[in-house]
């Protein structure tokens, strides 16, 4: 970390010396997992390539952008020191904002993405995450953070509406709702596919439910405010509940918790409108204490794992889908498919509504954005580049009788190790039963959705370090368990920002829905949007093509279209505050983002390839369904009809978010000519500057005193 | 670093990173304020930290 202070120092020796050696560590790290073929490449150096470039990123990127583009200066009072309300806004230690951004920004996403691309090779997804991460996702986080923090915490929504105009504002609005809407959907299809057929996984999930009530209670009513030792009752518990899904499995119960997808969808649902509408303080605040322990601990593990075994990775470097396109687990290229399927991780922008949310009015100083919203996002990519690890290190044939859809490996292992004989892979049906046995689950066969794959990964590498083969299952579970818990708390969380945003819009046109209070109205606001994921989750679990493989291109379309919304605002600011010449930190990841989203859904929308373009998928099975045939996978006429609803439906959704994408960025470019045209600057959106009389220490002394060095108010 | 410092610095992270020092904050705050007007008891103040929100639903990441 280097000293804060815009004065221009000398260059130091060692540091010279360090950084050198931190270029020439991570330079190395690259030529062997680049360069390396036909030997065992080490999961060590996907590591050291990492961490050797996110230090170089931060160091000389960030510090570039902070000082020059942005200009922070840490003279201004921020939001957090002029409007302190001890509510909102309060000044809040770098470091804590850091690990609450952190735990606001890491989810599921990139855990799961980097398991799905893993099918193209483990080169194509380190290099995005890596590079995309430095000149793209850190920086749209940062600068978005920058920009709200300048604009005292203003939401994507109002930032787009502000800068661009009332169409860009209006569109951007509509993304963000459809795209938590395909968001929540995709992520609870993860979850259906982890725990359908599994009991174990099953019950000790539904134990969740009722620990979080209890710490609900505990923390409401017997120990108010003490949110440490409830966490640890909290943590305790859930690990006995993982524990117990191994007796359960055992035992006459087993059936009760043995779950066709389709009532786990049922469930989902129910769980979903019933958790939205209870008050924060029963489930969704002490689940997110629970999930952010969990977050941290296991990704802490996890690490320890990888370093400790620096387990051989058993992927090819890049596969043959990665130029054929004919990949199993989704379809379509590497380019642009890779960078759809990554996104979290690399570049997400559903952190931009993060980083214009509750952080920027808790930032202390201006270039600490750096740290928070550059730093935070490294991590991030770093739980993603442990992620494609685990799923690296796994046999392929395991990887792809896990992976593959249903449709296409049948339901035993033997018509499961024929079908991965056809990819091109080879495991045996004994292997293949022996692997599930290892992890106490009945069968692996098509357990889409990345989360079982990552669970085994992860069990192996956990296992190799705490606990021998004989914690196999257990850690299969932890893993299982750590993934739904972020997932539940998502669903939960993202069902009441959509309600929240339907009651503001629908506010508008009858008053008393716009109540926040409004019994009737957040009822059926909640269901509105818990039924409009629903039927996604739904189709996604029905789609005799494999949901995952259908809907996953979509929640990455969805999710980079968002990023390009995000990086057209900050590309706007720029050339809008005059600061044209540096317009391009932004504008080129702007520009990446938008031509693989616009390639991928131009793809999904006019490829005449039915496995890729989703209408003349929609098309052939349409022709078959008039003459009465059955194509596989379907099954009979019904699932011909599935499949031929749900690609219309698909398409038009891909088309929609892709008319959003062009309309905000047509409008956006309109705004900039503008700018740049006009004779006087525009006019600021900032708010005014005002001095800064708080002190803030480097120090790492932990003190309240320390933190915050308050001066006297009236 | 003694692992006495090292304790301290965990748990001050942790409590702040959880909220528990909310109150203390809170207190600081309210005695600067409103010097000798009464305080919101711990059980009331975490309530109505809690039930916002309800009313400030804020985003999860996926």
Redesign the interface.
């Known amino acids: 970390m280097t000293t804060p202070g815009s004065t221009r120092t000398r260059p130091n020796w060692r540091s010279v010396l360090i950084w050198t050696a931190v270029s020439i560590a991570g330079a190395v790290a690259w030529g062997v997992i680049a360069l390396v073929r036909g030997e065992e490449v080490s999961a060590f150096w996907l590591v050291v390539a990492a961490l050797g470039s996110y230090a170089i990123g931060y160091r000389f990127y960030a510090r570039f952008i902070a000082r020059r583009v942005l200009k922070v200066d840490d003279t201004r009072a921020t939001p957090a020191e002029r409007l302190d309300d001890?509510?909102d806004y309060?000044p809040?230690?770098r470091?804590?904002l850091l690990?609450?951004h952190f735990a606001?920004?890491?989810?599921?996403?990139p855990l799961v993405g980097p398991v799905l691309a893993a099918q193209m090779g483990y080169l194509p997804g380190t290099m995005w995450i890596i590079i995309g991460v430095i000149f793209a996702g850190a920086v749209q986080d940062m600068v978005v953070l920058f920009i709200s923090m300048r604009r005292n915490g203003k939401s994507l929504g109002q930032l787009a509406r502000d800068e661009i105009g009332p169409i860009g504002g209006a569109a951007a609005l509509i993304g963000v709702f459809s795209i938590m809407i395909i968001?929540l959907a995709v992520?609870s299809l993860v979850v259906v596919n982890a725990l359908a057929a599994s009991p174990w996984g099953t019950f000790s999930i539904a134990m969740t439910i009722p620990i979080a009530l209890l710490m609900g209670f505990y923390?409401?009513t017997i120990r108010?405010?003490?949110?440490?030792e409830t966490?640890l009752i909290g943590v305790a518990l859930l690990v006995l509940a993982i524990v117990a899904g191994g007796w359960v499995q055992a035992s006459a119960w087993a059936d009760a918790f043995t779950l066709t997808p389709q009532t786990l969808v049922f469930c989902l649902v129910v769980y979903g409108f019933v958790a939205a509408v209870l008050?924060?303080?029963m489930l969704?605040?002490p689940r997110?204490?629970l999930s952010?322990f969990m977050k941290i601990g296991t990704i802490a593990l996890l690490a320890v794992g990888v370093l400790i075994t620096a387990p051989v990775l058993q992927t090819e470097a890049v596969t043959d889908f990665a130029t054929s396109g004919l990949g199993p687990v989704f379809a379509g290229k590497l380019f642009p498919f890779v960078f759809i399927t990554i996104a979290?991780g690399a570049l997400?922008g559903?952190?931009a509504?993060?980083a214009s949310?509750?952080t920027p009015k808790m930032i202390q100083k201006e270039s600490q954005v750096r740290m928070i919203g550059y730093g935070a996002m490294l991590m991030e990519s770093f739980v993603a580049v442990m992620a494609l690890i685990a799923a690296c290190v796994l046999d392929p044939g395991l990887y792809y009788a896990m992976n593959a859809p249903a449709g296409v490996l049948g339901t035993t292992v033997e018509s499961a190790s024929t079908a991965v004989a056809n990819l091109g892979f080879t495991i045996s049906p004994q292997d293949l039963q022996a692997a599930a046995d290892a992890v106490g689950e009945e069968s692996l066969v098509a357990r889409t959705g990345g989360a079982p794959t990552l669970a085994v990964g992860m069990s192996e590498i956990l296992s190799s370090v705490f606990g021998g083969d004989g914690l196999k299952a257990f850690w299969y579970h932890f893993a299982i368990m750590f993934e739904a818990l972020?997932i539940l708390?998502?669903v939960d969380?993202?069902t009441?920002?959509g309600?929240?945003m339907l009651q503001d819009t629908l506010g508008n046109v009858w008053k008393p829905l716009g109540r926040?209070?409004w019994k009737p109205g957040l009822w059926a606001t909640s269901a509105v949007v818990v039924c409009a994921w629903g039927y996604f989750l739904y189709a996604g679990v029905n789609d005799p093509l494999g949901g995952i493989n259908q809907l996953f291109p979509l929640f990455g379309i969805a999710?980079q279209l968002l990023a390009a919304i995000a990086l057209t605002v900050a590309t706007t600011v720029l050339v809008k505050s005059g600061r044209l010449k540096w317009a391009w930190v932004t504008a080129v990841p702007l520009a990446w983002t938008a031509v693989v989203t616009l390639t991928a859904s131009w793809q999904k929308v006019f490829s005449d390839d039915p496995r890729i373009g989703f209408f003349a998928q929609r098309e052939r099975y349409a022709q078959a369904l008039d003459q009465g045939e059955v194509l596989a996978p379907a099954k009979d006429l019904d699932q011909m009809q599935t499949v031929v609803t749900n690609s219309t439906v698909d398409g038009v959704l891909a088309a929609f978010f892709a008319s959003l994408v062009v309309v905000i960025i047509l409008n956006a470019a309109l705004v900039c000519w503008r700018a740049v045209r006009s004779a006087e600057p525009l006019p600021t959106t900032e708010a005014p500057y005002v001095e800064s009389k708080l002190l803030v220490s480097a120090g790492?002394v932990?003190?309240?005193e320390d933190s915050v060095a308050e001066e006297d108010?009236p | 670093m003694t692992p006495r410092r090292l304790y301290g610095l965990v748990r001050w992270y942790l409590r702040e990173l959880t909220g528990e020092t909310a109150y203390e904050r809170y207190l600081e705050r309210h005695r600067r304020a409103h010097p000798g007007a009464p305080a919101l008891p711990r059980r009331e103040f975490e309530r109505q930290r809690t039930d916002r929100g309800d009313e400030h639903p804020g985003a999860r990441c996926c």
């Open positions: 001890g509510v309060q809040t230690d470091r804590v690990g609450h606001a920004i890491a989810g599921a996403g968001i992520l923390l409401r108010p405010g003490r949110v440490i966490s008050p924060v303080w969704l605040a997110d204490y952010t979290c997400s559903f952190h509504l993060i949310g509750t972020f708390t998502t969380a993202g009441r920002v309600r929240f926040v209070g999710n790492h932990p003190s309240t108010r």
